[in-house]
């Protein structure tokens, strides 16, 4: 980026040069050493004198047309040199890199048409009373061409640095505490909207400005700028305050980019978290649990297990020091835990992990809870994994229960709204969500299809929930399917006490198509 704006201010100089030179110097046409003509002038070396002898050209529509042009296009080069130098002391926002791009392209457009004019009428533009085979072109005329190639690169690369003029290059000698936002390595790159947050290449500008930066970009000037007021008790407040307002944003960030699957995204996000948590509340402190879960799970997608494992154990470290932590987060801190150990093949380390977090997540949720029972969903994975198949299913079976009354009551409530279009609410999931939770209930469905005892009680339970999920999640055709995968198990079994609201459910389907599909 440096060497770019170098490179291109250099270009703009020589070439506003050349064309000075072009326009004001002799000899667009050389007639013999002695004697040549410009846009201004014939002119004649008179030996004996040792000077130039010069009067008027004969000023005809083309030789008139050339000159608008050549100054034309001097105008126009230097009105952008001059607008791009104020850019770049002032910095300020928005467009001009743009203008002064347009400029000279337009200037080098100019100086094409001068050219080419000339070129084409040079009879008409020299005196009459010459023979043209007597001369030559001069290095005006050559100067003029050159020029025109020129003036339209360094137009375009103008137009391409105003795309990438989210920073400047850092006018800091080496040695300076300005460290890259992301990897603390030395920064070379600032961010020109707020100014007060540094990178160490592009790439880590941009991985920052998507993964966080754009979000909070106008709200970090405030804090990270020092004024008197903000070094006051008051001031000292107010920015507690705005610290505590980022990090829950960057956490809802780094939570939806997650849930999206979008791991490398939340990355910037959590660890922005995690800096702004050590800052408000020192290390080690229990408050930082949450950004270290967070950086835990994104590094867990990226497959970083090394990284993922000393992330959890500063997390348990934080938690073991602080004995008033909550359940919600040490049941947090166990189930990522057990997720890691897992990964690692860490079976039974899995298992007393995942124990400790049904226990606390039971604590805090209740016994029932949807939440709760996702510990039991892991630990019946990792039960398959030691190919304990019993203990498996009846986790599973529970798991499906759990989801089962939790999903009808759903259902439910969104009936009854139905009829009372006041009360209608929003999908009670998002699309991340539903995706999630259904493939925990096809990985148990499979589970049981696979199952050489084929439970079609067990079938008919999470098939029906994966029909209500769908038929909640507004997917009429994925509800339909599995709704009657759910009624054939059902009706495999006599007076089956679900097949009543299986029917039902597919009555509620097909209404639905027909409301929306009259025939
Ligand atoms: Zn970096
Ligand atoms: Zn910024």
């Known amino acids: 980026m440096a060497y770019l704006l170098m490179f291109v201010t250099l270009l703009h100089l020589i070439t506003l040069a050349m064309q000075f030179i072009a326009t004001m110097e002799k000899s667009w ?35 008139k047309a050339v000159q608008v042009l050549m100054v034309l296009s001097v105008v126009f080069s230097s009105v952008s040199f001059l607008v791009f130098l104020g850019q770049l002391f002032t910095m300020s926002k928005g467009g001009l890199f743009y203008f002064t791009g347009l400029c000279q392209v ?63 290059p850092l006018a800091l000698p080496k040695g300076t505490d300005k460290l890259c936002e992301l990897c603390q390595r030395e920064a070379r790159l600032q961010c020109t909207e707020c100014r007060v947050t540094y990178y160490c290449d592009e ?17 970090l000037a405030p804090i990270r700028t020092p004024t008197l007021y903000s070094l006051q008790w008051a001031g000292r407040i107010e920015t507690q305050l705005k610290k505590a307002e980022l990090i829950e944003i960057c956490r809802l960030v780094a939570q939806s980019k997650l849930s999206e699957g979008k791991h490398q995204e939340a990355l910037p996000a959590a660890q922005f978290c995690l800096h702004c948590s050590i800052d408000l509340h020192g290390p080690s402190t229990v408050q930082m649990v949450p950004a270290y ?36 987060v040490r049941h ?20 007393l992990n995942f124990a400790d977090d049904i226990y ?57 709204n139905v009829q009372n279009p006041d009360m209608l609410l929003e999908s ?49 055709l994925k509800a339909l399917g599995f709704g009657s995968t759910a009624l054939q198990a059902s009706q495999l079994i006599p007076n089956h006490d679900l097949t009543e609201p299986i029917q039902g459910l597919l009555q509620l389907v097909q209404n639905l198509q027909t409301e929306s599909h009259p025939v």
């Open 360 to 416: 606390f997540a039971s604590e805090e949720y209740g016994l029932d809870s949807t939440v709760t029972c996702g510990g039991y969903f892991l630990m019946a994975d990792v039960f398959t994994k030691q190919g304990k198949m019993p203990i498996a299913r009846s986790l599973y079976s529970q798991v499906a229960h759990t989801w089962h009354c939790h999903l009808t009551k759903l259902l439910k409530t969104h009936v009854q």
């Open 203 to 219: 790439e880590h500008q941009q991985a920052d400005w998507v993964g966080i930066h754009e979000r909070i970009c106008q709200l």
């Open 428 to 476: 009670s999931y998002d699309k991340a969500q539903l995706v999630e939770v259904d493939e925990m209930l096809k990985t148990m469905l499979e589970f049981e299809q696979n199952d050489f005892r084929k439970d079609s009680t067990q079938v008919a339970l999470v098939a029906h929930c994966l029909a209500m999920l769908w038929f909640l999640g507004g997917d009429s």
């Open 106 to 168: 337009f200037s080098g457009l100019n100086a094409f048409s001068a050219a080419l004019i000339y070129t084409l009428h040079n009879k008409a533009i020299l005196p009459d009373s010459r023979e043209l085979t007597s001369g030559h072109f001069g290095y005006c005329f050559i100067l003029a061409w050159v020029c025109v190639p020129l003036l339209l690169c360094s137009g375009v690369i103008y137009i391409h640095l105003r795309t990438t003029s989210k920073m400047i």
């Open 29 to 63: 046409w050389v007639w013999d050493v002695l004697e040549n003509s410009d846009l201004w002038y014939n002119c004649r070396f008179d030996n004996s004198t040792g000077t130039w002898l010069c009067a008027s050209s004969k000023e005809t529509e083309w030789l």
């Open 332 to 351: 947090r801190l166990h189930r990522s835990l057990g997720r890691l150990h897992t990964a690692t093949g860490n079976l039974e380390a899995a298992l």
């Open 293 to 328: 879960l967070l950086l835990a799970e994104a590094n867990m997608g990226l497959g970083n297990l090394a990284r993922v494992a000393e992330l959890l154990s500063q997390a348990e470290w934080a938690v073991l020091k602080s004995p008033e932590c909550g359940h919600a």
